[in-house]
Structure formats: structure tokens, C-alpha cells
């Protein structure tokens, strides 16, 4: 082998030598880079599962939430339902009850509305044709005793006392200018009680209504009871 052939087998054996370096070096780098990428990779799924867990977390927190504000809403939804069937009731008997403790109450209410004495009382037609009369002399009766004088019992207890106390209450009447209640020939769509009428001015006396006024200062006591 001559100097030329020398010289060109040295560079071939350094050539290989630094390609081999090379191919290794660029295989360690090649190493690291699937390391790191699989450990990047592995802290990327770490952080979507975790946002996951988080995310499920906070979902069924809420879904929770939800369910519960949905069961108190159908409770308190069902409690009131009971509340108002327990007023339903007290109005059904209102409405029902017995022809004279019915006049007695109507005309108690029409004693604690009137201001005038000479007001008109409007009824369903119902009670119109069967107790308005009765209640509207009840009623006057009641009045015009507030301010009529009274007979001796000896008179009164007679038939000529009964009639003379009559008088004494229609001229009583007349000149106080009160026991002058009157039934009214208009009816209304009301279930019980009356309606109590003086020029433009009204007062319900309707036993809707008493019930539903009632129900805003009973309500909470009423539920308390059904519901202790």
C-alpha cells in the first residue's frame, strides 16, 4: 500500500468513526427527545384527568344542588297544596252550615260592617232567595235595638208589648235614620256571604274573601299544625 492508499484508508476509518459518533449521538438525542415527550405526554394526561375529576366533581355538586332545590320546591309546593285544602274545607263549611247559625253569622257580619245602618246587602242568588230577608231583619232588628229604648218586661212580654215594640223600632228606625238595611235585587257569583253596598262604596263580606284574608295571618300558624 502506498502513501495515497494510506492516506485515503486514514480518512475512510475517521469518516466511519465520526458518522458512527454522529448516528449515536443523534440516537441518545432521539432517547431524550422520547423521554421527554413521553413525560409530557404522561403530565398532560395527569392534568386532562384531572380537570376531569374536577370538572365531574363540580357537575354532580350541582346536579346535587339541583335536586335538592327541586325536592323542596315540590315539598313546599305540596305542604301549600294541603294548606289550601285544609281553607277549601273551612269554606265548604262555612257555606254548609245550619240555616239558623248561617243567619246568626251573616248578620254578625252585617252588625260589624254597617256604619250607616241604611246599606244594601247583595247575596248570591242562592242565599238571596232562601235567608237574605231573614238576615237583613235580623240585622235591623239588631240595630235599632242598639239605640231603641227599652220596654218594661211586663209590657214586652205581652202580645200588645210584642207589638209595641215594633213600633218603638220602626219609628226608632225612622228617626235615627238606622235599622234601614235593605236586600238587594242584584245577585253575585259568591259562594257565601254578602256584599255590602252604600252609594259607590262596597265591602266584601263574602266568605271568599274573610277566608282569604284570613289565610295571610293563618297560613304559617296552619301550616305549623299540619305540618309540626
Do not use: H, W
Not at 202 to 216: D, Y
Amino acid at each position: 500500500m502506498n502513501g495515497i492508499d494510506k492516506i485515503t484508508a486514514k480518512i475512510n476509518a475517521d469518516m466511519d468513526q465520526e458518522i458512527a459518533q454522529l448516528q449515536e449521538k443523534s440516537r441518545q438525542q432521539c432517547e431524550t427527545i422520547q423521554a421527554d415527550g413521553r413525560a409530557q405526554a404522561q403530565q398532560i394526561q395527569e392534568e386532562i384527568l384531572r380537570r376531569g375529576r374536577k370538572a365531574s366533581a363540580e357537575r354532580l355538586e350541582r346536579l346535587k344542588s339541583a335536586a335538592q332545590m327541586e325536592t323542596r320546591k315540590q315539598r313546599l309546593a305540596a305542604k301549600q297544596e294541603v294548606v289550601g285544602e285544609a281553607f277549601d274545607l273551612a269554606l265548604e263549611k262555612l257555606c254548609s252550615l245550619p240555616e239558623e247559625e248561617y243567619i246568626a253569622l251573616l248578620t254578625s257580619l252585617a252588625l260589624r260592617a254597617s256604619t250607616t245602618g241604611r246599606e244594601k246587602l247583595i247575596f248570591s242568588q242562592k242565599d238571596r232567595a232562601q235567608i237574605g230577608k231573614k238576615v237583613v231583619v235580623a240585622a235591623n232588628d239588631a240595630l235599632v235595638k242598639q239605640v231603641s229604648p227599652e220596654l218594661p218586661g211586663s209590657i214586652s212580654e205581652s202580645k200588645v208589648g210584642a207589638f209595641l215594640g215594633k213600633v218603638v223600632n220602626s219609628t226608632t228606625a225612622i228617626v235615627t235614620g238606622t235599622g234601614l238595611l235593605t236586600l238587594s235585587e242584584e245577585t253575585r257569583d259568591i259562594k257565601g256571604g254578602f256584599i255590602m253596598v252604600d252609594g259607590s262604596v262596597e265591602i266584601n263580606c263574602s266568605f271568599e274573601m274573610l277566608i282569604r284574608l284570613q289565610r295571610e295571618k293563618l297560613e304559617k300558624e296552619v301550616a305549623q299544625l299540619l305540618f309540626p
